[in-house]
């Protein structure tokens, strides 16, 4: 089986850092595609952030300049550097991964999600 385990949630105040992790763990041949998502309350999940395997990135307009997505490909890890945080960023985010097992050919799988707020 195959898992994204997330860490590095929190709350911090406007203009604050935060870094978040996610990791996929299990028996994979590989991961491709890795990205973070987000989801406010009574709004629609977005991409945050997206990082191919070759380490093209593309992000969402309102964080580009603030956020930096970036990835370990040994440790199978993505990674979201996010700086100069606004209270419009308060969300749960979720990982997202495309991965390739022997078993189950290539799927999207999800992370638990962690609660990022910026408050003051």
């Known amino acids: 089986q195959v898992q994204l385990v997330e860490s590095g949630g929190g709350s911090v105040q406007p203009g604050g850092s935060l870094r978040l992790s996610c990791a996929a763990v299990g028996i994979i041949r590989s991961v491709n595609d890795m990205g973070w998502y987000r989801q406010a309350p009574q709004k629609q999940r977005e991409l945050v952030a997206r990082i191919s395997r070759g380490g093209q990135t593309n992000y969402l307009g309102s964080v580009q300049g603030r956020f930096t997505i970036s990835r370990d490909n040994a440790r199978s890890t993505v990674y979201l550097q996010m700086s100069s945080l606004k209270p419009e960023d308060t969300a749960v985010y979720y990982c997202?991964?495309?991965?390739?097992?022997?078993?189950?050919?290539?799927?999207?799988?999800w992370g638990q999600g962690t609660q990022v707020t910026v408050s003051s």
């Open positions: 997202n991964a495309q991965i390739t097992t022997i078993v189950s050919g290539t799927q999207d799988y």
